[in-house]
């Protein structure tokens, strides 16, 4: 696991936002399989915040990459595919938005630069 050295103020629901990061890097995790590496980044520029986890895991394809925010979509024996699906609602109600690109898998967060 590869954390930023850097630090970023935001202004969430730590508990919703504790959520999202515990879904993406355990998918993440489930995704490396045991060996390989899950690398989180943090940038921040004017007016957003940009969050990325990245995993060396074999990546998603091509046909479920559209499908993977979807409520009950899932590609695992004991998956609820509610993870993702709670993931993008919590990062929307905090205005911001999530997407993916895929292999490597990326997952990016933007969200608005709001400090207290
Ligand atoms: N990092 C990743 N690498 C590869 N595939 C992924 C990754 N993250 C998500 N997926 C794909 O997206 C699907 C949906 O993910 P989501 O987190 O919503 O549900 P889940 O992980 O299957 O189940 P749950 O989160 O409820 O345990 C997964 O089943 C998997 O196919
Ligand atoms: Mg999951």
Redo the contacts with the bound molecule.
Sequence with gaps: MIIPKNDVRLLCDKRQFSIVMN??V???I???NGAGTIEVALAVNKDVIVIQ?K?S?????KE?ID?????L????Q??????????KSIIELHGGIIS?T?PP?I?TITLPKIVD
């Design positions: 879904n993406l355990l998918n993440g489930q995704a490396i986890i995993d895991g074999k990546g998603i394809s479920n499908k993977i925010f979807e409520p979509f899932t590609t695992k004991h998956g609820t595919g509610l993870g993702l699906a709670s993931v993916v895929s898998s997952f």
